[in-house]
C-alpha cells in the first residue's frame, strides 16, 4: 500500500498500472494509465496513515485500512479504504479497495 500511495505521489503511473492485480476491473483498459497519470498531476498527495493491516489468509488474500490525504485545487478529498491485496507471479498486487465511511481519526473521509 505504501508504495502505491509513494508512487501517486511521485507521479509513477506506470508503477500504479503495474501493481494492479489482473483480477481488477480496470486491468488491461488501454486508459488506464492516462487516468493515472492524470489523477497524479492533479491531485496533491499530503499523507497516508495505515490504521489496519491484516495478514494473509489461506487463500493468499491480505488487506489494509489506511488514510489517505488527497487535495484537489484547496478541496479536502481525503478517504479510508480498506484495500486488499493478493499476490501473483511478481509480488502484491492491488485488487480493490471499499471505502469506510467514518474516517477513525476524526477527521473528513
Given at each position: 500500500?505504501?508504495s502505491?500511495?509513494a508512487?501517486f505521489?511521485?507521479k509513477?503511473?506506470?508503477?500504479?498500472?503495474r501493481?494492479?492485480h489482473?483480477?481488477?476491473?480496470?486491468h488491461?483498459?488501454?486508459?488506464l494509465l492516462?487516468?493515472?497519470?492524470?489523477?497524479?498531476?492533479?491531485?496533491?498527495?499530503?499523507?497516508l496513515?495505515?490504521l489496519?493491516?491484516?495478514?494473509?489468509d489461506?487463500?493468499?488474500?491480505?488487506?489494509?485500512?489506511?488514510?489517505?490525504k488527497?487535495?484537489?485545487?484547496?478541496?479536502?478529498l481525503?478517504?479510508?479504504?480498506?484495500?486488499?491485496?493478493?499476490?501473483?507471479?511478481e509480488?502484491?498486487r492491488?485488487?480493490?479497495?471499499?471505502?469506510?465511511?467514518?474516517?477513525?481519526?476524526?477527521?473528513?473521509?
Open positions: 500500500m505504501r502505491r500511495y508512487a505521489v511521485e509513477q503511473a506506470p508503477y500504479l498500472v501493481t494492479l489482473p483480477s481488477h476491473e480496470d488491461g483498459r488501454p486508459e492516462a487516468a493515472s497519470r492524470n489523477a497524479c498531476a492533479t491531485n496533491r498527495y499530503l499523507g496513515t495505515v489496519e493491516v491484516e495478514a494473509p489461506a487463500e493468499g488474500v491480505a488487506y489494509v485500512t489506511f488514510r489517505a488527497v487535495f484537489r485545487k484547496g478541496v479536502d481525503s478517504f479510508v479504504e480498506r484495500s486488499r491485496f493478493e499476490r501473483d507471479g509480488g502484491w492491488y485488487v480493490g479497495g471499499e471505502l469506510r465511511g467514518a474516517d477513525p481519526l476524526g477527521q473528513r473521509a
